[in-house]
């Protein structure tokens, strides 16, 4: 039981992490990743390039967890490896960006990961 909320959680950030993917890399500069990222259109388009590149490690982030979920030998350290990944850069986030990060990515993460570990 513990095994299938584990699995859960960690889809559940991978599919968060391609949210991030596609805000970051594709709907920046659009009304609802102003909206969400809080900022002008000027600061958009000043930073999407650099968003591009965070959205791709997002996406990096979300192909690692889903390659955890595939059966394996190894697939409870993939999984724990990507979750700690998340851990550390929503930690930075929230320190560096926004507290709100520590809540929307690193917490699920630490969720999944203990979890996880539990299974």
């Given amino acids: 039981m513990i095994e299938l909320l584990a699995d859960f959680v960690v889809v559940l950030v991978a599919l ?24 002008t259109a000027e600061q958009a388009a000043a930073t999407r390039v ?3 590149n965070q959205g791709l490690y997002n996406g990096f982030l979300a192909a690692g967890l889903l390659w955890g979920m595939i059966p394996a030998a190894h697939a409870g350290d993939v999984k724990i490896f990507f ?7 929503g930690v930075y986030g929230a320190a560096t960006v926004s507290r709100r990060i520590l809540w929307v990515q690193a917490a699920p993460a630490g969720l999944g990961l203990l979890l996880v570990l539990l299974s």
């Fill in 16 to 39: 968060a992490h391609l949210g991030f993917l596609a805000l970051e890399m594709f709907l920046w500069e659009k009304p609802l990743g102003l909206k969400i990222f809080r900022q």
């Fill in 50 to 52: 650099l968003a591009a």
């Fill in 83 to 89: 979750l700690c990944c998340v851990i550390v850069a």
